[in-house]
């Protein structure tokens, strides 16, 4: 793979861009792999990455029934945040946010990560009280966080209304290194690395059964054919149940679909990302200039990437309240994406009934952020057997009552 430098920008400038090569191959399955990996969204390549990089596992194949990047992992708002309450949530949210900072230069591809810094704002006691906690349980595990007045958010983000009709803001949690990235370039920057690492990126070919002999994976059935492996990680987020059934087991995870807008695109006005949770809806502004908007999910399961409309109307009378500018905006896109999730608010990254079967999925509403450090931990279980990272998220904490629960840190906040 040649590497990307301001100076091969240069020479192809010089050559009228006729040097470029494919950033990635487009091959035909194998017969057998050592792994495969089902899902080319970020979670499943960054699992590959770190298979290939961490632990030396090249013979990988990633399957994807659409395109890769397709999913949510091109659906999303791009929030990265790491200020979670509970142990096991901040350190493995915290590790995917300072593998972020240096993803660029890791994969060598622009991912441009932005950390702008996130507003979660409290709007009621409750929530000041809850965001309080979650700052000195941050403080604890490292992770730098600070629970503000409303004087200071007024002056982090000018346009902000902090007095709504319903709801006024009566302080925020921020986390400065917090921000976001180009969701795309995640996708693309792993998929490149892991097809120059010599693995197979197999889009528009759909895992239609998993093949068991003797209750250990043997190889997946799909639309190009049957292809056999040793190990196989299931990585679909709302299709996890799908491929569970497949498998004989079932999974404690609903799907629903959750959707996002984007304005018009406008001069730059606000320079970080605000949440508000209470009244349901968050905003950021690309570089292109779109207000990008997002809000909950829909309150029944689903498999459309629509979203229904009244969630659409809510969303925006939320953030109509927090920045009355919004109201004279002309929205130009909304998209849904079908997201994954636990009763505890937490992912699953775990072994499964099937020996030699992994599945890391229940990342609903906010898994982007996660992408770096889930592919590390889930890539060292599925390598090692074990990882610290993802040891407390396993399947048998719902059998043992053994929660963690995010249900604060990620009700609507993604
Ligand atoms: C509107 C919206 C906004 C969001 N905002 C944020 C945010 O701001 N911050 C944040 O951290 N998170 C956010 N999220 C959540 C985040 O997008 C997801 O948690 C994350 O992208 C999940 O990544 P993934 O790789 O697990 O799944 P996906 O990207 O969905 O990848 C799974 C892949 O599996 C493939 N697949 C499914 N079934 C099969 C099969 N049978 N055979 C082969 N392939 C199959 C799918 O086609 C898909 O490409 C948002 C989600 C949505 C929908």
Redesign the pocket.
């Known amino acids: 793979m040649r590497r990307y430098s301001a100076f091969a920008i240069a020479r192809e400038a010089a050559r009228y861009h006729q040097g470029w090569e494919r950033a990635w191959r487009a091959p035909e399955p194998k017969k057998k792999y050592d792994v495969i990996i ?8 960054a699992t590959a990455y770190y298979l290939g990089k961490n632990h030396g596992i090249t013979n990988v194949a990633i ?4 395109w ?13 945040r790491s200020n979670y309450l509970q142990d096991p949530s901040a350190a493995i949210y915290e590790k995917a946010r300072s593998l972020y900072e240096t993803m660029s230069q890791d994969l060598n591809y622009n991912v441009m990560f932005s950390p702008r810094g996130v507003i979660m704002l409290a709007q009621t006691e409750h929530e000041v009280r809850g965001y309080k906690r979650t700052a000195h349980a941050n403080a604890l595990q490292g992770v730098k966080t600070e629970f503000i007045s409303p004087t200071r958010v007024k002056e982090i983000v000018p346009i902000i209304n902090l007095d709504g009709p319903r709801y006024p803001v009566l302080g925020g949690l921020w986390q400065a290194r917090g921000g976001t990235a180009r ?1 795309d370039a995640v ?1 693309w920057g792993y998929a490149r690395a892991c097809s120059d690492m010599g693995m197979d990126v197999i889009q528009k ?4 059964g998993i093949r068991n002999e003797g209750g250990k994976v043997v190889g997946v059935t ?1 639309t190009k054919g049957e292809i056999d492996c040793d190990k196989l990680g299931m ?5 996890c149940g ?2 569970a059934r497949m498998a004989g087991f079932r999974l404690p995870v609903e799907s629903v679909p ?3 807008l984007v304005t018009e695109p406008i001069k730059p006005c606000m320079d970080c990302v605000v949440m508000a949770n209470t009244v349901h809806g968050y905003m950021s502004q690309s570089d292109k200039g779109e207000m990008v908007i ?1 809000g909950g999910t829909d309150g029944h399961n689903a498999f459309t990437q629509r979203g229904s409309f009244h969630h659409a109307e809510e969303t925006v009378r939320a953030l109509i309240e927090t920045f009355p500018m919004v109201a004279r905006l002309k929205m130009l896109r909304q ?5 994954d999730v636990t009763g505890d608010r937490s992912p699953i990254l775990s072994k499964t009934p099937v020996e030699n079967i992994f599945i ?2 229940g ?9 770096p450090g889930s592919g590390f931990g889930f890539a060292e279980l599925m390598a090692t057997g074990h990882s610290p990272l993802t040891e407390a998220f396993n399947l048998d904490r719902f059998k043992e009552g053994r929660f963690i629960d995010e249900s604060v840190a990620a009700g609507v906040a ?1």
Request: glycine share 26%.
């Open positions: 089902i899902g080319a969204g970020g979670h499943g390549l399957i994807e029934k659409g890769l990047g397709g999913g949510n992992t091109g659906r999303n708002t791009t929030i990265i969701h996708a070919c759909e895992v239609t799909t990585v679909v987020a709302g299709h799908d491929l959750l959707q996002a997002g998209w849904g994406g079908i997201v890391n999925c990342w609903g509403t906010g898994g982007f952020k996660a992408i993604h």
